[in-house]
């Protein structure tokens, strides 16, 4: 079956500091890989995506992702965190045979930046 | 740039209540789907339309019901309310015929409380 794992429930950085949030998916085919970001009582907003192509992906707000087929990865990152980045991100993956696209999440990664 | 609208944003029902939950898709997108995000869970698939048909179902109790009509805008019907249907309820859109047929846009999501 399909399925997203991201490792870390919560992680705390300093802002400035580098980030990398982890995500590994288990799909039989290559995967459309996406990383939502939910500020609390929000909406889901896409920061990036991976369909095909070059594996390292650049997004919106400084964020980046990289695919790694090997390792079923699709890890976010940022080089310098801002105070504004404290949020939950979500990586997905889809589409699936016999649907139309619908997404399937992780559970989710509560990211808190310190002063 | 338009975006994905659902209404109402806030609902408050009591037990055995019914609530209907409304979704107006991206101009032009012909694909609508509909998630439940419970507290501090990852959002879930409920449904899906294509074209006014539903293309795909995931774990959407029996007492819900969902339909789009021929404006694309859709209606997530909920009966029966129990406590643990309170939820952030989202809704999002997109276009089969759209290069990037894959991505899918979120609305800002009803926050149900069923009390």
């Known amino acids: 079956a399909q399925s997203v794992t991201q490792p870390d429930i919560h992680i705390t950085v300093s802002e400035g500091a580098s980030l990398e949030l982890r995500c590994n998916y288990s799909?039989?085919?290559?995967?459309?890989l996406f990383w939502y970001v939910q500020s609390p009582g929000q909406g889901l907003q896409l920061l990036l995506k991976?369909?095909?192509?070059?594996?390292l992906v650049q997004g919106i707000k400084g964020f980046e992702a990289e695919f790694k087929r090997s390792q079923s990865s699709f890890n976010l990152r940022k080089p310098s965190v801002h105070w504004s980045d404290a949020a939950e991100y979500f990586c997905?993956?889809?589409?699936?045979?016999?649907?139309?696209?619908?997404?399937?999440f992780g559970a989710g990664t509560r990211l808190a930046v310190h002063p | 740039a338009a975006g994905v609208i659902q209404s109402p944003r806030h609902l408050i029902k009591e037990k055995r209540e019914t609530a209907t939950l409304k979704c107006y898709p991206i101009?032009?997108?012909?694909?609508v789907y509909w998630y439940q995000q419970g507290p501090g869970q990852d959002p879930q698939f409920l449904i899906s339309?294509?074209?006014?048909?539903?293309?795909d179902k995931g774990s959407i109790p029996d007492r819900f019901s969902a339909q789009q009509f021929s404006d694309y805008h859709s209606e997530l019907n909920m009966s029966s309310l129990e406590l643990g249907d309170s939820a952030l309820y989202f809704c999002?859109?997109?276009?089969?015929?759209?290069?990037?047929?894959?991505?899918?846009?979120f609305g800002p999501g009803t926050r149900l409380t069923v009390l």
């Open positions: 999002a859109s997109s276009s089969q015929l759209a290069e990037s047929y894959n991505e899918q846009f």
């Open positions: 799909y039989g085919a290559t995967p459309y």
């Open positions: 991976y369909f095909s192509g070059d594996t």
């Open positions: 997905a993956v889809g589409p699936f045979s016999g649907g139309y696209n619908k997404l399937i």
């Open positions: 101009p032009r997108h012909d694909t």
């Open positions: 339309f294509y074209e006014k048909m539903q293309s």
